[in-house]
């Protein structure tokens, strides 16, 4: 959950000062009844890119945030840009696109794997 109090956005339930586990969403979404095909974890973070693009938010911005590494050797050698103020203001928006869909403005609903 995210209550803005602790280190991470994401906090171990079980074990404090600790993030979650990278496998406790996947669990859940199997927990849902979402095979690994119809929609993974990892899926959220493509998810948030091609949004954050349509945005028009830049590229180096959107992958620093994704901690992706620079395919390019010479940039990635030179620049050490860390463009926290523009990431800051791109969470802010994302948390607010969140928010919009989560009281229900644009909700497109996902097709779920029926419960056995």
Same mark, same amino acid.
């Given at each position: 959950?995210?209550?803005?109090?602790?280190?991470?956005?994401?906090?171990?339930?079980?074990?404090?000062?600790?993030?979650?586990?990278?496998?406790?969403?996947?669990?859940?979404?199997?927990? &849902?009844?979402?095979?690994?095909?119809? !929609?993974? +974890?990892?899926?959220?973070?493509?998810? /948030?890119?091609?949004?954050?693009?349509?945005?028009?938010?830049?590229?180096?911005?959107?992958?620093?945030?994704?901690?992706?590494?620079?395919?390019?050797?010479?940039?990635?050698?030179?620049?050490?840009?860390?463009? &926290?103020?523009?990431?800051?203001?791109? !969470?802010? +928006?994302?948390?607010?696109?969140?928010? /919009?869909?989560?009281?229900?403005?644009?909700?497109?609903?996902?097709?779920?794997?029926?419960?056995?």
């Amino acid at each position: 959950a995210l209550t803005g109090r602790g280190r991470y956005a994401f906090p171990n339930p079980r074990t404090s000062g600790r993030p979650m586990s990278e496998n406790a969403i996947t669990a859940a979404l199997r927990a &849902l009844g979402y095979d690994g095909q119809t !929609m993974t +974890a990892h899926g959220f973070r493509s998810s /948030a890119s091609t949004l954050l693009h349509e945005q028009g938010y830049p590229s180096d911005v959107i992958e620093r945030q994704l901690a992706h590494k620079e395919a390019n050797a010479v940039k990635d050698a030179y620049n050490r840009a860390q463009h &926290l103020p523009e990431r800051i203001a791109m !969470m802010q +928006a994302w948390a607010d696109y969140c928010d /919009a869909l989560r009281i229900g403005a644009d909700v497109v609903p996902f097709r779920r794997k029926p419960a056995p």
